[in-house]
């Protein structure tokens, strides 16, 4: 098995949101995708159970997802894509809409929205699959999106919540909440993630 | 609700194959996708139940994707894409390998193959949605994929097993088994696909 061969997919990267109460949380995914070709159009995406992202998913039963534009700037993948809705209200800097819903989401910078609700799920592990039905769609911006590709090309790393195969060179230890990697032969126990505070019982050694 | 949000997004092409006994069926998806980042790697497809493709994974419980190369010749696109199973054998005119579950698969104008076990799947309507845990990956071409965007920019039409919503101006009615419009107010009962040689009853009128 050669894992290089996951990696020559490329995904659209956006920003999946939900409210939880009155707490907006929001990351950058690659994971939405259009599953049936007939009515009612069907997405699915698939979210790290740990992630706070899916329990406001799970709370609402609904979910807005905005298409990053190819010029998004790398402030907003990084608010979103590297830091945990834990420690940090991500959407405080920016001006949010919300959907019928209320879902948070965004429209700078952004080329079109769709909202689901969640008509069905499958639990495929560390990873929820969630089959959403849509309820809301527009379109943002005329430009092209942002591929997962170009992103990387740029020299960055994919986005933690991304559904994308990772591995590294060397030993470490890997968040499961949000993918920070601790590169050492072992991990301290009080160890806590210096992204989103997850304790050391949330990392998994890489192999 | 506006669908044209829905094509904003950009999807790696691919040609998802099985076997039936010793029939070989394939077909041109954008619905191969990477759902979890851990491990084991999870990938899902999306097929139409009528296609001669999803018998066959249903058949052997596994299935086999090639990631198509940006320069895959129109003639392969059109032989997997655009006609069915039922009346053509696809594969007759490649040069074909198959992978350890005896899935057929191409060598030649691919990037990449990643060969799958069905470990689960939903009902999502006409799809089925399957999960399939990677048995063997391999990379086979240094380009980069072919993506949906970069197909239809050509002029091309999407393939019909491809799961993206196709809107058309002014009546019609579409095979819901390879996704043919036929362009009238009325379908003859007796009218037979011209792709697939499905009957009227496989038509669906489009709103």
């Known amino acids: 098995m050669n894992t290089k061969a996951f990696e020559k997919l490329n995904y659209t990267l956006s920003l999946l949101s939900a409210a939880n109460g009155d707490k907006h949380h929001g990351c950058i995914i690659n994971s939405l995708h259009q599953v049936t070709a007939s009515y009612p159009a069907k997405f699915t995406v698939t979210v790290n159970k740990d992630h706070e992202t899916y329990q406001a998913i799970k709370a609402s039963g609904s979910f807005s997802v905005t298409l990053l534009a190819a010029d998004c700037p790398e402030g907003l993948i990084d608010c979103f894509g ?18 019928g819903m209320g879902n948070p989401y965004l429209m700078e910078h952004m080329v079109a929205r769709i909202s689901c609700k969640v008509v069905d799920s499958l639990d495929i592990g560390s990873y929820m699959l969630l089959v959403g039905e849509v309820t809301e769609s527009e379109v943002l911006g005329d430009g092209p999106v942002l591929t997962l590709q170009e992103f990387t090309n740029r020299g960055k790393t994919t986005p933690p919540a991304a559904t994308v195969y990772r591995t590294m060179a060397g030993n470490g ?24 505070r997850a304790p050391a019982s949330k990392f998994v050694k890489q192999d």
């Open 82 to 99: 590297y830091r945990s809705g834990r420690v940090k209200d991500k959407f405080a800097e920016y001006a949010v809409k919300t959907d």
């Open 173 to 196: 230890f890997r968040c499961t909440v949000c993918g920070y990697i601790y590169e050492g032969e072992s991990l301290p126990a009080d160890y806590v993630c210096p992204i989103c």
